[in-house]
């Protein structure tokens, strides 16, 4: 449901943009903007998914992306040059969202005790994730035409207020309150490999 929310708006954000008239110029700023988020949104992961569980890394991921969609939302309320600002703000929730959320993914996969039992659970993930992915454009784009894009948004955000509800009545199955230590590694042999990642995106 996550995947299905967030894909049914992503691909409206930047258009949505033009709607206001901004430049060309906006768009690599935005993208750069989430980029930059995603970045400090991985120390942030890191250091709230020891402490707490990946299961609250996921509720957190939600309760950020929330604001980010009623952010852009309501681009129009406050003008075009405040709206601006707007839209910059909703992509640094978004960017740290998507963070935290990706890294919460991968920690909740590491408690599989056996290959056999991974790839299972990884197949039927990928398989949903992959209908989610093709499907939620078409009908983002059915309601964008239908009822408009600001509607599209708030869409999203009730799915994903639903996708909070499971996570608040399960508990947390991996180990919390671990301690992250990045005394002795070896930042010196991954340095260029981090500028070219994040270059490329």
């Not at 969609?69 to 707007?86: H, P, Q, R, T």
């Not at 959320?101 to 994730?129: C, H, M, P, R, W």
């Not at 009908?139 to 639903?162: D, H, P, Q, T, W």
Request: with cysteine; net charge positive.
């Amino acid at each position: 449901m996550r995947i299905f929310a967030i894909k049914l708006a992503s691909t409206f954000s930047l258009i949505y943009l033009y709607k206001f008239g901004y430049g060309i110029w906006v768009i690599p700023i935005y993208i750069l903007l989430h980029y930059l988020a995603k970045f400090i949104g991985s120390a942030v992961a890191f250091w709230y998914i020891s402490k707490n569980g990946p299961k609250h890394g996921m509720l957190l991921s939600n309760m950020l992306y929330i604001p980010s969609l009623v952010l852009i939302a309501s681009m129009g309320i406050f003008g075009k040059e405040m709206g601006l600002i707007v839209a910059f703000i909703s992509v640094i929730f978004k960017g740290i969202s998507v963070s935290v959320e990706n890294l919460s993914y991968n920690v909740d996969f590491s408690k599989a005790k056996t290959a056999k039992k991974v790839g299972k659970q990884l197949g039927i993930a990928y398989i949903l994730e992959h209908i989610s992915s093709s499907i939620a454009p078409a009908i983002g784009g059915f309601l964008a035409i239908f009822f408009g894009v600001e509607k599209l948004f708030v869409v999203s955000s009730v799915i994903l207020v639903l996708t909070t509800i499971p996570l608040l009545t399960t508990k947390e199955r991996v180990k919390p309150i671990r301690k992250m230590s990045f005394r002795g590694f070896p930042w010196q042999n991954y340095k260029h490999f981090l500028v070219i990642c994040y270059s490329c995106g």
